[in-house]
């Protein structure tokens, strides 16, 4: 299977890009390069991770393809990168809103969550698909309940995904040992899909999870190599909590239990100080800012991107779960980001625009170990082509601030997965029917959490 995106913009030039495979095989001059100038002569901004002046670039790379996309008056991007979901809590959407955190999750979310069937969890994830590919989202990081059936999901949409299941003992050794069963379980026999689909352990959190179960998961993670995913300091509430609990601050604690290590890939970490932050970049721990829901459930809003960054951490970006912050919108969570960050320092140069679109891609894809992230020769062709004919994007002097202040997820036109197109013309095949299905299947959900 080929593709030649022909005339798509990128450094602000007209260029072609030859997709074969699952990879992008040539990065030429368009035919008709004609790359889009200043007043003072210059090109347009380029797109942060692509190489300037890329080597490689070969007049005589092929021009057939199975597929020819038109890019004319469209700038090519790669995938974003939602490295915290809970996929198919798109059925919870604007459901238990309004409320603190603890209260949402004991009393909305925990009682329908125990209901839930694979059927629920595979259109949840499936509308979850639709709702990312819409919004440019071409990998991300999910934990939740029965991942197989996400899995069945993402294998039919089309997508890239890590999968960890959600787990908890709540400090009970019967339920510690089930998790453990489960987990020896789930990764004694191979994976039954293809190599979009990985899998993590997923540990839920300090508040629900005992340090024996922390330390056992950790371990069973680094002897498998695999990631493993965990809130941790999401609210002032769980810090309390912890130093009632541990006697020390979140980090610290999971520093005393020895977990971390580069496996480790924290939700939220608001509530840090200096030498917490030195602990996370001395063990390789990678973080996830999740701006939507830390403002809409009043968790926090300090998060220290600038001091991890600076110490060394690998910083990305996360929507969280639709029931917390009701979208799945990547593209909205870089300027949410962006803002928060300017607004809470009172520094406007604090985290600019290139700085959030390196954070939703090339940071998410050295979380992952994928190589993707960059528009580039031998990076696996998960791209999105953005739609320049919109008001949002005219006048078009800085294309990246244009994206990220600007735009929403409804900028992009076509959206190409592993080397296969999932989206074009702002359609993804089948969404009528999701949407349709899913709804129902929130419905009954709920008929049957309150019978």
């Given amino acids: 299977m080929s593709i030649l995106l022909k005339s798509v913009e990128l450094e602000g030039r007209e260029t072609d890009i030859y997709i074969e495979g699952d990879r992008i095989a040539h990065i030429i001059p368009s035919v008709s390069c ?51 979901t809970h996929a198919a809590m798109t059925l919870f959407r604007g459901y238990g809103d309004d409320m603190p955190l603890m209260p949402w999750l004991e009393e909305k979310i925990w009682p329908n969550e125990a209901k839930l069937t694979d059927e629920d969890v595979y259109w949840g994830a499936k509308l979850a698909c639709v709702e990312m590919l819409h919004s440019g989202t071409t990998t991300f990081f999910d934990m939740y309940h029965k991942p197989d059936a996400t899995a069945q999901a993402v294998e039919e949409m089309g997508l890239r995904a890590i999968l960890s299941e959600a787990c908890f003992d709540h400090f009970r050794p019967e ?18 899909y293809g190599s979009r689909i990985r899998h993590a352990l997923g540990p839920h959190a300090i508040y629900t999870v005992s340090g024996e179960l922390l330390q056992w998961s950790c371990d069973f993670a680094k002897e498998n190599d ?24 979140p980090v610290r604690y999971l520093h005393q239990l020895g977990v971390l290590s580069p496996n480790l890939v924290l939700a939220h ?56 912050s009701n979208n799945l919108d990547m593209i909205e969570t870089m300027k949410l980001a962006s803002l928060l960050g300017k607004v809470w320092r009172e520094d406007p140069q604090a985290l600019p625009c290139d700085e959030m679109l390196y954070a939703a891609t090339r940071a998410g894809a050295d979380a992952t170990g994928l190589k993707t992230g960059l528009v580039a020769e031998g990076y696996l ?71």
């Fill in 34 to 84: 004609s790359g889009v100038e200043k007043p003072d002569g210059r090109h347009e901004n380029p797109v942060p991770g692509v190489p300037a002046g890329q080597s490689g670039l070969r007049a005589d790379a092929p021009h057939k393809a199975d597929t020819v996309i038109d890019g004319r008056r469209k700038a090519v991007i790669p995938g974003l990168i939602n490295m915290h």
């Fill in 381 to 451: 062709a998960d791209l999105c082509l953005i739609d320049l004919n919109l008001p949002v994007f005219t006048p078009n002097f800085n294309f990246v601030s244009n994206l990220v202040f600007a735009a929403n997820g409804s900028s992009v036109d076509t959206v190409i997965c592993n080397g296969q197109v999932v989206m074009r013309g702002r359609k993804v095949a089948g969404e009528e029917l999701i949407m349709e299905q899913t709804a129902r299947t929130a419905y009954n959900l709920m008929k049957r959490s309150h019978s």
């Fill in 175 to 192: 339920l510690a040992e089930r998790s453990k069963q489960n987990i020896r379980r789930r990764f004694a026999t191979p994976s039954a």
């Fill in 226 to 249: 695999l990631p493993v995913h965990l809130h941790l300091a999401e609210t002032m509430g769980e810090t309390e909590q912890s130093l009632t609990r541990f006697g020390t601050t």
């Fill in 269 to 324: 970490v608001l509530y840090v100080d200096e030498e917490e932050i030195a602990m996370l970049a001395d063990n390789g721990v990678k973080v996830v800012h999740n701006p939507a829901s830390n403002m809409k459930l009043a968790s926090g809003y300090r998060f220290r991107y600038q001091e991890m960054k600076k110490a060394g951490i690998t910083v990305t970006l996360g929507t969280d779960g639709c029931s917390s």
